[in-house]
Structure formats: structure tokens, C-alpha cells
């Protein structure tokens, strides 16, 4: 049988369908399974699936796909991505981080809603209006894509337009293998030091260069979000 799990798929989210066993006629009976493909072998697909790992003989299995990553993986990513990237002040409102640091990046200057608001979104809205007034910051909006793309659309649909502008400095230090090196760096870092077995990179959806070096580094799209800042 052919391979139907591609070895660069390792890392992904993928769905499964494998021979399980025969009913009493001799008929194949299927069964699914859904989770990072955390390693591949000529013989054997290693799935980490919600109750642990499930390892699939690669001749059983008949057909494999890889699937977009549910809205709590994608909530979740964003929330260790916030850790990684920490503001000098937060605050939680209605299940919404409020994030700033003094105007300095995006990230760190916005509003975080990884769970739905406690209160209506208008009232979630006022709250974090206030908090940001006091910092003399505008309100601004995080919306990870697909997880909040309702949310993104409400946004919109007040007036508060997407944008996101970064000015990107010393050209000359392109093509040089340093980023490269820093990654594989900060790999060994956590794998080595911390245990990690997973990382992620955060790059403008524009930014050509640095998409075609990660992607060659093995990094694949997750998921993707924009701002939304109300208006002045």
C-alpha cells in the first residue's frame, strides 16, 4: 500500500482513517483518529491524540488528510504566545487579556480574547475602553483567525478597521544565515534545556522573505490574526 502520511506532515494536525478490524462477514471495519503527527516511519504513524498517543501501522491506514487546527489549539497557541511576549502591565476583563506597554508593539498594546466575554461585547468593550484611556493607548483588538473570525466580523461591522504596519530596519544583514542560526539557537535551547517538542514563529502575512526562510525551516501556517482598532 502506498504512503498515504507525507513525512512532512510531521507536526501537523492530521486526521487518520485506518482498518481497525473485520466484521463477521470479513468486511474492513475503519476507524478514525485525529492529532499531531508527531513522528513517521516506513511502518508506523505516531498520532498524539486527545487520550495520548496512537500508533498506526501505516499499511492499515486508507486514506489521511491534515486538518486546520481546532479554535482551542489556536486559543491556545495564543495564549503561550502572549507569555512569550509579555507586557509590562496586564489585566483580565470578561475573559479578555488587556495587554500595554507603554504603545511599544502591537502586541503588547492590545486586547487578547481568548475566551468569549462574560458580558456582552459592548460592555467588554467599555471596560477595556477605560483601562486603555487611563494608558493613553487606543483600544486595539488581536483577533486570532478562525478561532474569533465572528468577533472580527462585529468589529467590522462597527467601523473598526484591520490594519497593521511594521517598518522592518538593517537590510543589509539579509541573507547572511543569521536568522537561520538563531533559530536552530533557540531550538537547541528549548529542546535541549527545557524539553520542549514544539515551537512557533510569528511573521507579517507580507513579509515574502521571512515566510520562504521559515517555511524552509520546516514551518508550516497555523493560523492567522489581525488587529482591529477602534476608531479615533
Avoid at 486508507?62 to 504566545?81: C, D
Avoid at 474569533?148 to 537590510?171: C, F, K, Q
Amino acid at each position: 500500500m502506498p504512503l498515504v502520511v507525507e513525512p512532512d506532515w510531521v507536526g501537523r494536525r492530521i486526521v487518520v482513517r485506518r482498518a481497525v478490524d473485520r466484521d463477521e462477514s470479513g468486511r474492513l471495519l475503519f476507524a478514525d483518529v485525529v492529532g499531531d503527527l508527531v513522528e513517521l516511519t516506513a511502518d508506523t504513524a505516531t498520532v498524539e491524540a486527545s487520550g495520548g498517543p496512537v500508533h498506526v501501522p501505516v499499511s492499515h491506514i486508507a486514506v489521511a488528510k491534515v486538518v486546520e487546527p481546532s479554535a482551542a489549539e489556536i486559543l491556545a497557541l495564543s495564549a503561550v504566545s502572549s507569555r512569550g511576549w509579555r507586557a509590562e502591565e496586564t489585566a483580565e476583563v470578561g475573559g479578555w487579556r488587556l495587554r500595554a506597554n507603554h504603545g511599544v508593539t502591537n502586541r503588547a498594546n492590545s486586547a487578547l480574547p481568548l475566551r468569549r466575554p462574560s458580558t456582552s461585547l459592548s460592555d467588554t468593550l467599555d471596560a477595556a475602553r477605560k483601562w486603555y484611556t487611563t494608558r493613553g493607548l487606543p483600544v486595539r483588538v488581536q483577533t486570532p483567525l478562525h478561532a474569533r473570525r465572528l468577533l472580527d466580523a462585529e468589529l467590522a461591522e462597527r467601523g473598526w478597521p484591520a490594519s497593521h504596519e511594521t517598518l522592518v530596519l538593517a537590510p543589509d544583514q539579509r541573507r547572511q544565515g543569521l536568522a537561520t542560526a538563531i533559530v536552530h539557537a533557540l531550538w537547541r535551547w528549548g529542546t535541549g534545556v527545557h524539553g520542549a517538542k514544539h515551537s512557533y514563529l510569528e511573521v507579517e502575512a507580507d513579509n515574502e522573505p521571512a515566510i520562504t526562510l521559515y517555511r524552509g525551516l520546516g514551518y508550516w501556517e497555523h493560523h492567522v490574526y489581525r488587529y482591529r482598532t477602534e476608531p479615533a
